[in-house]
């Protein structure tokens, strides 16, 4: 996906945009991206590849010479960014957050109406911030521009332009991600994840409504287009991508999937299905909290019985290379043997896309002796592939477990009774977990409902996007 960071200080924010960009690296692995202004240096603009190290330790040397009090930084996990592009609105830096799904038609527009050109990169494909930079120009200014590109971008678009003015900032125009500006005594900021800027000094100044476009200086935060009330955030920020600490529309990600644990627990224990177990645990990182929600409903134990070995392969850069993945998730886990062995666990992990890693993590606890392994997925079956944000490197929706099964049992008609394969009270339903039990080899499986979901958030149904898990964006 991606996130970024941008400040507007009255003196040099070159540090503070250095880790504000940082504390983004869990939404990308793929480029970095740092652009600041000066007046006495312009536009300066470093990129680096984050696929084989961190953000941290590719821009250290870089910050050294940068100066600027207004500066921008990216977390990318398709293009390189920030760009610098030169038009009638004068020079900028963009970055982008979201995809945009028709790229292609856009370029070709562009192509077949003038002889624009586009710079390429080494696969061929046009940069998405190069082409929502071309839309941006064909206005007469940023505000008409950003609201013009919003309208032709089909997916979502959320974007930071730093000028040699100040620093302009768009929510995407339904709200799937979030942007919130950041106060202190010498300077505004930009950040996706609030938690980047409290770090900093920063207090929380206001978070941009669907579609609201906002300016930073030094000295000022202004509204530039109020935006409008049609939000549809993405539900799966709190259930796995967001950070614990990060707050999203008043509602912080640990919070929530506390909560949403002892939902899950709640309901086990009133369908009766509640099983009996030795520990409850939860598959790290973003499944612990989940599971620390679900022992303090049950009243089952909280245990770790492995640990995730993170120093050389932390989440927020692992290869591209999906083979390569799956054995760094599997190198990754290390046993506590009195934990597992002889031992009914119950685990509770953030979702379950592939089933790859997890069947992978169910072999290794029964061939370290464990005795039953039941699993809880904290949110309902994947069903859809997302559209709105680049979450997933699946080209197929059949690369999906729960689809692929489905598409087994009833072929093309079986997108039909996706309702009835996501509810456990239907045959379907049933139908559906006791076949993932027998290719995971669980004991026993469980979602969380999209009503537990929404109820764990907190937020009203018809502002949360739920597209992955029904279809209905």
């Known amino acids: 996906m991606g996130g970024f960071f941008g400040a507007a200080s009255l003196n040099d924010c070159i540090s503070d945009v250095f880790f504000g960009t940082d504390y983004h690296s869990h939404l990308g692995t793929r480029r970095g991206g740092m652009t600041s202004y000066s007046p006495e240096l312009g536009f300066q603009r470093n990129i680096h590849s984050i696929e084989n190290s961190p953000f941290r330790t590719k821009f250290e040397k870089d910050i050294e010479s940068m100066r600027g009090n207004l500066c921008i930084g990216c977390i990318s996990d398709t293009d390189p960014q920030p760009i610098l592009l030169r038009s009638k609105l004068g020079l900028y830096a963009v970055c982008t957050v979201g995809i945009v799904n028709n790229a292609e038609e856009i370029r070709q527009e562009f192509l077949d109406k003038s002889y624009a050109s586009f710079e390429a990169m080494s696969s061929g494909k046009v940069n998405d911030s190069s082409i929502v930079g071309a839309l941006i120009s064909q206005k007469s200014s940023f505000v008409e521009g950003i ?10 678009m959320s974007l930071m332009i730093l000028t040699e003015n100040g620093i302009i900032a768009a929510r995407d125009k339904r709200g799937r991600l979030p942007i919130i500006v950041g106060k202190r005594d010498d300077g505004y900021c930009f950040s996706f994840e609030s938690f980047a800027f409290q770090k900093l000094g920063y207090e929380t100044y206001k978070e941009l ?42 509602v912080t990600v640990e919070t929530m999937r506390t909560r949403n644990g002892e939902i899950m627990a709640e309901a086990d224990i009133k369908n009766g299905t509640l099983p009996d177990v030795d520990y409850v645990c939860g598959v790290p990182d973003s499944g612990i909290p989940h599971a620390i929600g679900y022992s303090n409903r049950s009243g089952i134990p909280f245990a770790r019985p492995f640990i995730k070995y993170t120093p050389t ?27 597992i062995e002889g031992k009914k666990l119950l685990f509770v992990d953030d979702s379950i896309v592939r089933g790859t890693q997890m069947r992978e993590t169910v072999e290794f606890l029964y061939s370290n002796g464990a005795k039953e392994v039941h699993m809880r997925s904290a949110c309902p079956p994947i069903m859809y592939g997302c ?21 087994e049992f009833e072929g093309e008609e079986g997108v039909k009774y996706i309702n009835e394969y996501s509810s456990s009270s239907t045959e379907r339903g049933k139908k559906l977990r006791d076949e993932i039990c027998r290719r995971l080899k669980l004991t026993s499986l469980e979602f969380q409902s999209l009503e537990g979901t929404v109820k764990a958030v907190g937020l009203p149904e018809c502002k949360l996007c739920s597209y992955c898990w029904n279809g209905k964006g």
Not at 317 to 334: D, E, G, H, S, W
Request: glycine share 4%; with cysteine; hydrophobic share 35%.
């Open 387 to 407: 559209k709105y944000l680049n979450f997933s490197r699946s080209t197929s929706e059949l690369d999906l477990i729960a689809r692929r099964i489905i598409h």
């Open 209 to 250: 409504a669907p579609g609201e476009i906002v300016l930073i200086t030094p000295t000022k935060c202004e509204v530039l287009d109020k935006g409008n009330d049609d939000m549809k955030i993405c539900t799966f920020l709190w259930t796995y991508y967001g950070y614990p600490n990060s707050i999203y529309e008043g």
């Open 313 to 339: 392969w932390p989440r927020s850069f692992m290869p591209q290379n999906q083979t390569i993945r799956n054995q760094v998730a599997k190198m990754k886990l290390i046993p506590v043997h009195e934990l």
């Open 147 to 156: 609201k013009y590109a919003q309208e032709k971008v089909e997916g979502t």
